[in-house]
């Protein structure tokens, strides 16, 4: 299995065509595309607040592409509210999953409102978590999930505040590396390229865990605005083996576990 990230530069036109700029960043990469791979897309590049023509057409993408896709995000109507939404789909097109973004994140909140659905489900019978952009930042959306996921994927629009750009793709990489030793998980984050009509910092890249070259813990999409990460997780069991034999992996516990280890005094 594969992890193909996109860094694309978009605009923010409600008719712009940011899907069509993703697919041929895709095309012109010619990676070789299994079934079992993922393409993951970046929050909210779909302008158009169209909830059937943003389905219709990454259905499509995944249909041609002919590998799931993690649909990044949009704006959707929700009972007379709106939401920044995603959902995901099988290579045959079809819905597997649906997240949203449950911590809106600065001037964001004044045109939608919190979500309430956690992005989990199952690829290859790997558990994969799906936390938008800013849900990234808070630990507690990871340790509600149902299952420990295998991996964590952001859809990402990294708007910031700061004239060094730097600064927060710094802060993200801590973010992104910490999140994946403390939950044992893969993580990778797609982003606006910062050359965007927004001022994007470009965060977008992948984290691995069970590298032992410290340059590989977090690798940066790059300049082609598109990379490929290969996710092995024969490795990733036995970094978790290990992280748990020296009592430094979170693992989930059940509420009555938990009562339990109180009453004993743990």
């Given at each position: 299995m594969k992890l193909?990230?996109?860094?694309?530069?978009?605009?923010?036109?409600?008719?712009?065509?940011?899907?069509?700029?993703i697919g041929a960043l895709l095309a012109a990469a010619a990676f070789d595309v299994d079934p079992e791979d993922i393409v993951l897309l970046p929050e909210s590049f779909d302008r158009s607040q169209s909830a059937g023509g943003y389905r219709r057409e990454l259905s499509a993408l995944a249909r041609g592409l002919g590998c799931y896709v993690v649909g990044g995000s949009h704006r959707e109507c929700v009972d007379g509210g709106a939401v920044n939404a995603g959902l995901a789909f099988s290579p045959g097109g079809d819905v597997i999953g649906r997240y949203e973004k449950l911590h809106p994140y600065g001037t964001e909140r004044l045109s939608v409102r919190p979500g309430a659905q956690l992005g989990e489900f199952a690829i290859a019978g790997h558990n994969i978590l799906v936390l938008v952009c800013a849900d990234f930042f808070f630990a507690d959306l990871v340790q509600r999930a149902t299952s420990v996921p295998d991996l964590i994927l952001v859809p990402a629009c990294s708007v910031t505040r700061k004239d060094d750009r730097e600064f927060s793709r710094s802060l993200w990489r801590c973010l992104?590396?910490?999140?994946?030793?403390?939950?044992?998980?893969?993580?990778?984050?797609?982003?606006?390229?910062?050359?965007?009509?927004?001022?994007?910092?470009?965060?977008g890249g992948f984290a691995d865990p069970t590298t032992t070259a410290a340059e590989r813990l977090f690798v940066p999409i790059g300049d082609m605005g598109v990379a490929v990460f290969p996710l092995d997780f024969d490795a990733l069991a036995a970094f978790r083996a290990d992280r748990s034999a020296r009592g430094f992996l979170w693992e989930k516990t059940s509420d009555s576990t938990r009562v339990a280890a109180l009453r004993a005094g743990l």
């Open positions: 193909i990230l996109v860094q694309p530069r978009l605009r923010l036109a409600p008719d712009a065509d940011n899907l069509g700029l992104a590396v910490a999140r994946a030793y403390e939950f044992g998980a893969y993580a990778g984050i797609s982003d606006w390229a910062p050359q965007s009509e927004l001022p994007a910092s470009g965060v």
